[in-house]
């Protein structure tokens, strides 16, 4: 349940950067949000987003 709340919240991310990157640093700032949220259980997933960017 966790797992699909967070892949919803990155494809909605992927979404807006690709529509728009005037959205770009509330983006990070809401990743690192989350990041730190989880205690770094995302982190892989932060360094694909930052490695496709």
């Known amino acids: ?3 699909s709340q967070v ?3 990155y ?3 992927y979404i807006d950067i690709t529509v728009s990157n ?3 640093p509330v ?3 809401l990743i690192l949000v989350l990041v730190l949220g989880n205690n ?3 982190s892989p997933l932060w ?3 930052l ?3």
């Open 40 to 42: 770094g259980k995302v």
């Open 7 to 9: 892949l919803k919240f």
């Open 1 to 3: 349940m966790i797992a």
């Open 47 to 49: 360094g694909l987003i």
């Open 11 to 13: 494809n909605i991310i």
């Open 27 to 29: 983006l990070i700032i």
């Open 51 to 53: 490695i496709t960017n």
């Open 22 to 24: 005037t959205f770009y």
